[in-house]
Each structure stands twice: as C-alpha cells, then as structure tokens.
C-alpha cells in the first residue's frame, strides 16, 4: 500500500486529492495549517504549516502532493518558496514530489519560447498569479535531486465541475479537445494526478491534462 502526504489537503483540490487517494487504497496523511479544517474521513490529519514541514515530518511516504495555493498580491511568491522548501526536505530521497501547476506557464508554440499567459487574450487579473506560479515551476526544473513532477491544468480549471473519470493528456503545450476546449474539472484533475503516481511516467518533467 503506498503511502500518500497531501499537503495544504483542506483546500478545494487539496480535499478531491484525498478523496481520491483514498478510493485507491492508498494510506494517506492530510498536512492542514489549521485544527479546525476539514478533511475526507479514512485520512490522517496532521495540523502542521508548509513552511514547518521537515525531512522527519515527510519520511517514509512515497509520494508527497503540493496542493499549496496562494492568491493575494502579498501571499503569491510563496508559490515558489513554498515549492522550494518541499524540495530541500526532499532533497535526495526517493520519495516524489508531485505538484498541482497552473496554465499560464503552458507553451503556444513548437519552439517553447511562448506561454499562454504572454498571450493578449490572457485576462490581466490572473497574470500576477500565473507568473508567480511559472516562476516556482522554472525553479523546479533546476531541482535535479528531487523526483518531481508539475502537473498543469486545462485553462479552465472548473471547481464545481463534474467528476467524468476522463481526461487527454499532454506534455509541454496548451492544448484544446475536439470540442475546441481547454477545461478539466477539479474532481477530473485529482483522477489524472493520482493516476500518475501509479504509472510514474513523468518523473522531472511537466505535463498537462484536459477534459474530454
């Protein structure tokens, strides 16, 4: 039975990434800042912050998913730091570092030299967010001592949407299904995520899901 750490688990996707851990047989341990928040019950809930989580806390998991989110124009940085600290308490371990990533970061074109947040159709309101978020995810392509893997979502990420159970999976470039569409909802991110620590097929890379 693997063992499963889901950090910042008491948030929207945090709490679908338990659920689905869970459904799977997986022994799985949720990291919540706060006694009072919330977790799917079969869990183990351990009230620790992020930022004091150590290589003792973590040891003897095999996978470790960051469900770290931040919104506000003071709190978005810590996308990377927070990024960072898992993998320096990971550092040189076998246990992988599996991370909920953002769009906006995705190429437009062959050459890569292009993301969609560098688009003018991308809306100005999520650019602070996306930069932020494509910052971390630069700093972890640096990180060749840890097993990672950045998982980005369709361009809508939809919280409420409905758990289908399918999804297309891609690598480096936004992508769209035949419908012409870029949306996956959370309920269908969590499947591809927890599918991915079973078939393991993109240690130290980055790739993309969207829904049918």
């Known amino acids: 039975m693997k063992k499963v750490a889901i950090v910042c688990a008491a948030g929207k996707e945090g709490r679908l990434l338990v659920a689905e851990a869970l459904s799977r047989g997986y022994e799985v341990t ?73 769009a906006g970061s995705l190429y ?26 494509g910052a971390a995810l630069d700093e972890l392509r640096k990180r060749s001592d840890v097993k990672w893997t950045y998982l980005s979502p369709a361009g809508d990420f939809v919280a409420d949407g409905e758990r289908t159970g399918e999804y297309l999976s891609g690598g480096e470039e936004y992508f769209v299904n035949d419908k012409g569409e870029s949306r996956i909802s959370y309920a269908d991110y969590a499947i591809a995520m927890i599918d991915e620590i079973e078939n393991a097929n993109n240690i130290q890379k980055r790739f993309s899901v969207i829904g049918k």
């Open 108 to 133: 437009v074109n062959p050459e890569h030299t292009l993301q969609v947040m560098q688009l003018g159709s991308f809306p100005e309101v999520f650019k602070p967010l996306a930069s932020n978020m």
């Open 30 to 102: 949720g990291f919540v800042r706060k006694a009072e928040d919330e977790i799917p019950a079969g869990a183990k809930k351990v009230v620790r912050d992020l930022f004091d989580l150590t290589r003792e806390d973590l040891a003897g998991y095999d996978v470790v998913i960051d469900a770290f989110g931040a919104w506000t124009p003071e709190t978005l940085p810590l996308h990377k730091t927070s990024l960072m600290h898992l993998c320096d308490v990971l550092s040189g371990t076998d246990i992988r570092l599996l991370v909920v990533g953002g």
